[in-house]
């Protein structure tokens, strides 16, 4: 029997964002041979009429988009709240991506930070957040991918296989400099753990080194001068209320101002397609 193929996730709320979400899951999906499944959140009281009208507006949505863009489209719909049930679904699938469309960071959410950031967290699958249609439909060429003291660094490394495998991406390291001997050792460590596998995935990457100053910021002025298609970055673990009040640097990368897509992967992420492209590395 054949195996269902795996599934690109993007969540659906009807906006031009989404849209846009769905248009870069196009172009992945036609390098990768995933399906695209349109996830749309209801709310648990839903009425039974306004549950019908929904169903019905995605059935006609699924069709047209299909046709328009000859790839296969699924849709499901979920109860619950967006903070949670994108990554249940997409978890529950084992999903490869979700590509998810945002406003950046407006209103309340300067408060009570990125609602993406908070959507992302709880999944087990990596995400891509968009703010724009692609550019085209020809592959990511320019990837940035910051590398620093934190453990968490080596989980990007297999999405970084990933997308070099299939969009023969250049890698850019961009790398934090400091003058502290245990950091710069860590961030060492990380660099040459990266390298290891891109050279053993025949994947293109150059070395930049990081200026001084606020590693978001620098990340995404560096992505700007090179015209990036994607910054590729690692949530922080065991992130918390008080980082969403400050601004874990996340959120403002994801954000950004030049409206760079990212792609944020969760440390432990689950990579199923690209096992076997690590050498026996991770789980």
């Known amino acids: 029997m054949e195996e269902p193929k795996k599934l690109i996730v993007v969540p659906w709320d009807f906006s031009h964002v989404a849209e846009y979400a769905l248009a870069h899951a196009v172009k992945i999906s036609r390098m990768v041979g995933n399906d695209i499944c349109l996830l749309h959140i209801v709310d648990t009281g839903i009425t039974p009429k306004t549950y019908a009208e929904k169903t019905a507006q995605l ?7 299909g046709k ?4 296969p489209i699924v849709y499901h719909i979920s109860k619950g709240s967006i903070f949670s049930a994108i990554a249940d679904f997409a978890n529950e699938k084992e999903a490869n991506l979700v590509v998810m469309g945002t406003h950046g960071m407006k209103g309340m959410q300067k408060l009570t930070g990125s609602w993406a950031l908070k959507v992302i967290v709880k999944s087990k699958i990596p995400f891509i957040v968009v703010q724009d249609p692609p550019a085209d439909q020809e592959r990511y060429h ?7 003291f934190r453990g968490e660094n080596k989980e990007k490394i297999k999405m970084a296989i990933f997308m070099g495998k299939y969009f023969e991406s250049k890698v850019h390291m961009l ?5 502290d001997r245990y950091i710069l050792r860590k961030t ?3 660099l040459n753990f990266a390298i290891k596998y891109l050279i053993q995935n025949n994947i293109e990457y150059e070395i930049h080194d990081m200026p001084k100053g ?12 090179i ?6 970055i690692v949530t922080t673990k065991n992130i918390t209320f008080a980082d969403y009040m400050v601004g874990a ?3 403002y990368i994801i954000a950004n101002s030049s409206r760079i897509p990212v792609c944020c992967v969760n440390p432990k992420a689950s990579f199923a397609s690209v096992g076997q492209f690590m050498g026996g590395w991770g789980s």
């Open 188 to 190: 060492k460590t990380n």
């Open 59 to 65: 059935k006609r949505l699924v069709e047209e988009n």
């Open 142 to 148: 320019n990837i940035v991918f910051p590398v620093d």
């Open 249 to 251: 640097s996340e959120q």
């Open 227 to 232: 015209n990036a298609d994607l910054i590729l």
């Open 175 to 179: 790398v934090s400099v400091s003058t």
């Open 68 to 71: 328009k863009y000859n790839v």
């Open 214 to 225: 606020k590693i978001a910021e620098q990340t995404i002025d560096f992505a700007q001068k």
